[in-house]
């Protein structure tokens, strides 16, 4: 089972930028679903950004024009590149990837259709 580890979060001013990165353990690219995804508590984890098999990508409202989904396939390493971030931005953000079959890419932004997580990484956006 691929292993997944979240690094680049940390504290920036609103307006300010951060790229995370989501490091697994093997090759990604062509055979996982690929999400990042954000959870503040006592709210339901949401999805940020996705990008399938054939590397098209796919983006929350919220996000879009502001985040970038991108992998790095010699490094097999995930990013969300963000840009002209808001103190709505505030929240942990996981990676997660999913080997489920067929066209289940495109419900990128579900939950339950990723079978790996990573730990996790905080962001927090001041005002």
């Known amino acids: 089972q691929v292993q997944l580890v979240e690094s680049g979060g940390g504290s920036v001013q609103a307006g300010g930028s951060l790229r995370l990165s989501c490091a697994a353990s093997e090759y990604t690219y062509s055979r996982y679903c690929m999400g990042w995804f954000r959870q503040v508590p006592g709210k339901e984890r949401e999805g940020v950004a996705g990008i399938d098999r054939e590397g098209s990508t796919r983006y929350a409202d919220s996000v879009k024009g502001r985040f970038t989904i991108s992998q790095d396939n010699a490094k097999n390493t995930l990013y969300l590149q963000m840009n002209s971030l808001k103190p709505e931005d505030t929240a942990m953000y996981y990676c997660?990837?999913?080997?489920?079959?067929?066209?289940?890419?495109?419900?990128?932004?579900?939950?339950?259709?990723?079978?790996?997580w990573g730990q996790g990484t905080q962001v927090t956006v001041s005002s």
């Open positions: 997660a990837a999913s080997h489920r079959a067929g066209g289940a890419c495109k419900w990128w932004s579900l939950v339950t259709l990723y079978n790996y």
